[in-house]
């Protein structure tokens, strides 16, 4: 997946429609953590048993496919307003990790 | 970025650590939601102007960065764990949304 | 405002519709910040101000004590199976507040 | 549990740290999805049985009744800001559901 290709395409489209003004970092973590709670959603009444089958209905496959996307274009947006570098971040955070939760 | 090779890595590290009876994809989606919001609380008290600002702020940014990491690595375990194309939702995605949101 | 009369009747709705497997804590938490972030979407792309002005907007109005409902229907819920006294809960916590915000 | 005077409580408290220009409706409703979410953060990686025994965690238990009391707290804050009366909007939310979910 190339991200800085992904995240040029979402500054055109919202740039494209004029929505350069509402797209602070401010807003954007606003409308992802409302689209986070979308995914969170179809999963709430499941038990785990449930919720781990549900590759087996193709509605709620799908579903989950798009409140992924959601929540990660949004992430893509406030990355690139916020000039974090995604790549980057997701190495350091894999490592912090690894110190935080040592093997045992 | 390889998003196979990140979720098989974030698999690894789980199974490393006996966390799979943990990882079903409600607990996940939890465990983002929770994520999400430590990136909300950012700039929570933020102007529009401050939060645009973020880059400016060493502790800030990196701060931000390290919460958009946790959010896109629960994303990417819930894809891996219900089966989701991470790639192929997110095309879908922005096509849905050129659908939904024609420029005028 | 009747807190514990409230409960009742959650109590009752609940179990009128045989819904009492799916009210686990962590089920209605789920549940609960889903309506959060219900209310965190009217609020994402007005400015501050326009926020401040919402009562001037009847359907907006509406809608924002709409939410503000959801959320705490399902606060008193969870607060009802884990047996927490909501009111001295919300004293508590004043107080707690007091502490670490000492007027200067 | 006397909503307007907890709402006052809430104002004099903000008033005195000068916190009135902070207390938009779109910052506190950010406030208050973040503190939905540490509630959530509790249950998450507990069994649906765990999270029904938690009143027998005096910690747990305990910081239950403290996220609870956090997100309603903003709740109230916000509606005081909207200018929406809680107990009319639960009253009205209740009939609401009971058209919505007919006992069958």
Same mark, same amino acid.
């Given at each position: 997946?190339?991200?800085?290709?992904?995240?040029?395409?979402?500054?055109?489209?919202?740039?494209?429609?004029?929505?350069?003004?509402?797209?602070?970092?401010?807003?954007? =973590?606003?409308?992802?953590? /409302?689209?986070? *709670?979308?995914?969170? $959603?179809?999963?709430?009444? +499941?038990?785990?048993?449930?919720?781990?089958?549900?590759?087996?209905?193709?509605?709620?496959?799908?579903?989950?496919?798009?409140?992924?996307?959601?929540?990660?274009?949004?992430?893509?947006?406030? =990355?690139?307003?916020?000039? /974090?570098?995604? *790549?980057?971040?997701? $190495?350091?955070?894999?490592? +912090?990790?690894?110190?935080?939760?040592?093997?045992?």
């Amino acid at each position: 997946m190339d991200i800085e290709q992904l995240q040029r395409r979402l500054r055109d489209f919202a740039a494209a429609r004029r929505w350069e003004p509402y797209q602070t970092p401010k807003n954007l =973590a606003m409308a992802m953590v /409302v689209e986070a *709670a979308e995914l969170v $959603e179809i999963f709430q009444w +499941l038990t785990p048993e449930e919720s781990l089958a549900i590759a087996d209905d193709a509605a709620r496959h799908q579903h989950v496919g798009e409140e992924i996307a959601d929540v990660m274009l949004y992430l893509l947006q406030i =990355a690139d307003q916020c000039q /974090v570098d995604v *790549a980057a971040a997701l $190495e350091r955070k894999l490592a +912090l990790n690894a110190i935080k939760h040592p093997v045992r």
